[in-house]
Structures are given as structure tokens and as C-alpha cells.
T-cell receptor, first 114, second 117 residues
């Protein structure tokens, strides 16, 4: 069965610092991978996704993630954190490609200090 | 764009009553919608997959008679929590799948917070 592990339930960075949120997955088939952001009391917004092709994926709000098959990882990064980036971030893997169900990690709460 | 709405955003009800939550895809048609449940400080757990014109597919451990799902049109799915109890209090989020042919993406609604007293 596919699964997603997000290392660190809470990450705190200073404004302007690098953001690195870790995600590792397990899958017996080529995965589709996603990062979603959730602001308090809101639904999820898609940040970026990897399906096939280029392993470095750029998303909204300056975020990007790199698919590393050898490491089974899909870490999310942003060069310079903004206060508005404070939110909960979820990594997800899809069973069965784009038509499959999403399996979510437990989430990482990002705090940004002024 | 791909906008998904949910109504209501908040609902408080008494134990034993039923609550209906609507999920709409506003600018696209969705043959498949999903219903998730999220407990505080936890991830989303898929409850069921809703397919237009057919019965929903429930995940293991989800009571289909308690959580009734109806996908009556290509833009509307409803979740009815029947005879709600305090343990059903949670944040319910729907998503709608847009696209076809290997290019599908799930778009999420803003969620509905249910509090059962």
C-alpha cells in the first residue's frame, strides 16, 4: 500500500529564510505526488504536483519541489519565507495515477517568525 | 479556474438530528467527488468517493447508512450525516476531480465544520 511520511509536524523559520518541508513516500508504481496548503479553517489549495517528466516542479507562491526517485522523496522548498506562508502543508500521493485516490501525510505546520 | 464550494461552512446541531452538507463545483463538471474528514491537528481521511449517477464507494470503516452520499448532478454532491452524535463533530471537506485522460486534479472545497451538541 502507498503511504506518505512527513518529517516534522511543526517547522519554524524566520521571515526571509529558506523553507524546507520533507516528504517521503512509498509506492510500488510510479507515483503522482502533490503538495497542498491549508490555511486555518479552510480547505486545501493545490501548491504543485508531479506526474511525469521534469523532476523539479514549480508551483504557486514561489514554492517548488523535486521528485527524487532514488530517495523516494518529494521535499517542498521556498527560498525566502513570507509571513503569509504560515499554514499547514500536506504532501499526498495518488494511487493509480491522476485517477487514483489521494493518500495524505499527516501534515506539517509551518510557522514564520518576523 | 477550478472552484469548489461547500455549504454550510459551519453547522451546529443537536444530537440525533441529521445534517446535510453540499459540495458544488462552480466552474467545471465533476463526475467524481470525494468526501474527507479531518480531526483537529490530523490529516485528511477519505470517507467515500462519490460518482455521478451511481452509488458512492465507501472506505473501510465508514458507515454508509450513517453518512449518506448523493451525487445527483455533475456539479453537486451531498453528504448527509444521519442521527448525528457528538463523536461526528469534525471538519468535513469535499473535493471534485477535474480533467480527464491522465490529467485529473482534485480541487478542494473550503470545508464544513460540524459541531454536534
Amino acid at each position: 500500500a502507498q503511504s506518505v511520511t512527513q518529517l516534522g509536524s511543526h517547522v519554524s523559520v524566520s521571515e526571509g529564510a529558506l523553507v524546507l518541508l520533507r516528504c517521503n513516500y512509498s509506492s510500488s508504481v510510479p507515483p503522482y505526488l502533490f503538495w497542498y496548503v491549508q490555511y486555518p479553517n479552510q480547505g486545501l489549495q493545490l501548491l504543485l504536483k508531479y506526474t511525469t517528466g521534469a523532476t523539479l516542479v514549480k508551483g504557486i507562491n514561489g514554492f517548488e519541489a523535486e521528485f527524487k526517485k532514488s530517495e523516494t522523496s518529494f521535499h517542498l522548498t521556498k527560498p525566502s519565507a513570507h509571513m503569509s506562508d504560515a499554514a499547514e502543508y500536506f504532501c499526498a500521493v495518488s494511487e493509480g495515477g491522476s485517477q487514483g485516490n489521494l493518500i495524505f501525510g499527516k501534515g506539517t505546520k509551518l510557522s514564520v517568525k518576523p | 479556474g477550478a472552484v469548489v464550494s461547500q455549504h454550510p461552512s459551519w453547522v451546529i446541531c443537536k444530537s440525533g438530528t441529521s445534517v446535510k452538507i453540499e459540495c458544488r463545483s462552480l466552474d467545471f463538471q465533476a463526475t467524481t467527488m470525494f468526501w474527507y474528514r479531518q480531526f483537529p491537528k490530523q490529516s485528511l481521511m477519505l470517507m467515500a468517493t462519490s460518482n455521478e449517477g451511481s452509488k458512492a464507494t465507501y472506505e473501510q470503516g465508514v458507515e454508509k447508512d450513517k453518512f449518506l452520499i448523493n451525487h445527483a448532478s455533475l456539479t453537486l454532491s451531498t453528504l448527509t450525516v444521519t442521527s448525528a452524535h457528538p463523536e461526528d463533530s469534525s471538519f468535513y471537506i469535499c473535493s471534485a476531480r477535474k480533467g480527464a485522460g491522465g490529467y485529473e486534479t482534485q480541487y478542494f472545497g473550503p470545508g464544513t465544520r460540524l459541531l454536534v451538541l
